[in-house]
């Protein structure tokens, strides 16, 4: 099977002609903008697709460097909050309150039947947690960071599992919740 290895530099251009094929995909396609699915997942989906068919046919394998993958997920998430609006924050702060009280409980709830559903059927508990909150709550860049830790841990597979959970929580939840 042929190894692909993409640098830094290369895995930046084919990110970049991803996330445009992604543009393009939601831009010609009404389901995908119809449920309010983001370019960067349909892009990244299609790639992702393709990366198995080439590798479960054995014709290649693609490979990239991640050495700043850490660094801008990082920035990405810790800049999403940027734009919140102190005084809309307080005119909704009931709203906001009964919310935080809401995800809190889904939290524990998520962790509890991930993380024994798991043990139900043979496996680490702790995957039930990796697609548990880590996943819905957090989402795939909060999946990704503690994948790692989790592989770190000897959790085998706590990457992989936390991010499909991820993903299938954005895509459905983007199916699901979007506008009809």
């Not at 198995?52 to 014709?59: D, E, L, N, S």
């Not at 139900?120 to 909150?133: H, I, Y």
């Not at 990457?159 to 959970?165: E, F, L, Q």
Request: proline share 3%.
């Amino acid at each position: 099977m042929l190894e692909v290895k993409l640098d830094l530099y290369l895995a930046a251009g084919i990110g970049a002609i991803v996330y445009w094929l992604g543009i393009w995909m939601v831009d010609h396609i009404r389901f995908f903008k119809k449920y309010c699915i983001p370019a960067p997942v349909v892009g990244g989906l299609v790639f992702a697709l393709l990366n198995t068919i080439f590798a479960a046919a054995g014709v290649m394998q693609i490979t990239f460097d991640g050495t700043l993958q850490d660094f801008f997920m990082l920035a990405f998430f810790t800049s999403v909050g940027f734009t919140v609006s102190f005084p809309l924050l307080k005119s909704g702060a009931k709203s906001i309150l009964i919310i935080l009280g809401l995800s809190i409980v889904m939290i524990f709830l998520q962790n509890f039947l991930g993380g024994g559903i798991a043990s139900a059927f043979g496996l680490d508990p702790r995957l039930g947690v990796a697609a548990g909150s880590t996943a819905l709550i957090g989402g795939p860049g909060t999946a990704a960071a503690f994948g790692k830790v989790m592989d770190q841990m000897g959790i085998e597979g706590g990457s992989t599992v936390g991010m499909t959970a991820a993903i299938f929580g954005l895509v459905f939840g983007s199916i699901l919740g979007g506008p009809t």
